[in-house]
């Protein structure tokens, strides 16, 4: 469990020492669920589309020739693609700070992992969205980037607190209704 303090600097560090000296490596922040999500990814690449790839190289290589085979070179491109995605998937996770919203003790405070509830000053209208990770954001699902500006203008309010955000169309505030770990 964090405090808001120690939430912070996990979010943006860790530090490492490698023979005595210390090294500072950025991590990335990522929800449990975000997490699951991308070891699910993981688990289905490897064992579903990874084998897919090598059986439909295998039968295009069994048509001869190579050189003008478009069917190989296809499947040779969605290898690489997947291959790509492999590696960039297990280095988010590599490099990930999962936290749990729930084992949050930010005071009320809005941090990373936070769901808020928000109600724009001029129009009254009511929102709800929960600040995770880059890679996680999905604002169908209400889900924003930790980075991005309506993020960043939250981070750190707290319920009853009024935001201002840089939005394209001119600055807004919003009414900070609830602060929720969940």
């Known amino acids: 469990m964090y405090t808001a303090c120690e939430l912070q600097w996990v979010l943006l560090y860790e530090v490492a020492t490698t023979d005595g000296e ?16 991308l070891k699910k990814e993981l688990q289905h690449l490897k064992s579903v589309a990874r084998p897919a790839v090598i059986e439909a190289i295998a039968e295009a290589r069994s048509h001869g ?6 069917e190989y070179e296809a499947a040779k491109e969605r290898q690489g693609f997947i291959e790509g995605r492999i590696a960039e998937v297990e280095y988010k996770l590599s490099h990930a700070h999962i936290i749990n ?7 009320g405070k809005i941090v990373f992992g936070s769901t808020v509830t928000l109600e724009e000053v001029e129009s009254g209208e009511e929102v709800r969205y929960q600040i995770v990770g880059e890679d996680e954001a ?11 500006p309506i993020a960043r203008a939250l981070i750190g309010k707290e319920e009853g607190d009024v935001a201002e955000v840089q939005a394209p169309g001119g ?3 919003y009414d900070i209704v609830a602060v929720e770990y969940i």
């Open 65 to 70: 020739d190579l050189s003008e085979n478009a």
């Open 101 to 107: 919203p729930a084992e949050i003790h930010a005071e």
């Open 22 to 37: 210390k090294t500072v490596m950025k991590k990335t922040p990522l929800t449990v669920h975000g997490a699951e999500l």
């Open 171 to 173: 600055t807004r505030e």
């Open 138 to 148: 999905d604002l169908k699902e209400n889900k924003i980037s930790v980075s991005s």
